[in-house]
């Protein structure tokens, strides 16, 4: 082993990958059509826009009660539909 190393070019995260859970989830058919629009429009994929918005929605670093977080949740909603 060397005494030290070169990290200089480094990049983090390069290969982290978050943990995935498939899980079956009832969307309205018009929630879903706009993120799949959406989703072409940018190219990208509507499942990383839809976490996108959950994640906005639920704010990690905050703890919410079920009542905020579905007002937080159509908000985020309503704005990614209102910016499409």
Same mark, same amino acid.
């Given at each position: 082993? +060397?005494? /030290?190393? &070169?990290?200089?070019?480094?990049?983090?995260?390069?290969?982290?990958?978050?943990? +995935?859970?498939?899980?079956?989830?009832?969307? &309205?058919? &018009?929630?879903? /059509?706009?993120?799949?629009?959406?989703?072409? +429009?940018?190219?990208?994929?509507?499942?990383?826009?839809?976490?996108?918005?959950?994640? /906005?929605?639920?704010?990690?670093? /905050?703890?919410?009660?079920?009542?905020?977080?579905? +007002?937080?949740?159509?908000?985020?909603?309503?704005?990614?539909?209102?910016?499409?």
């Amino acid at each position: 082993m +060397k005494k /030290e190393y &070169d990290f200089s070019k480094g990049v983090r995260g390069k290969f982290y990958r978050p943990v +995935k859970v498939q899980k079956t989830l009832r969307l &309205d058919a &018009d929630i879903l /059509e706009h993120f799949q629009a959406l989703a072409d +429009k940018h190219h990208t994929g509507y499942q990383t826009l839809i976490n996108s918005a959950l994640r /906005e929605a639920i704010k990690p670093s /905050e703890k919410v009660d079920l009542k905020t977080l579905r +007002k937080e949740l159509q908000m985020a909603i309503q704005s990614a539909l209102t910016h499409a």
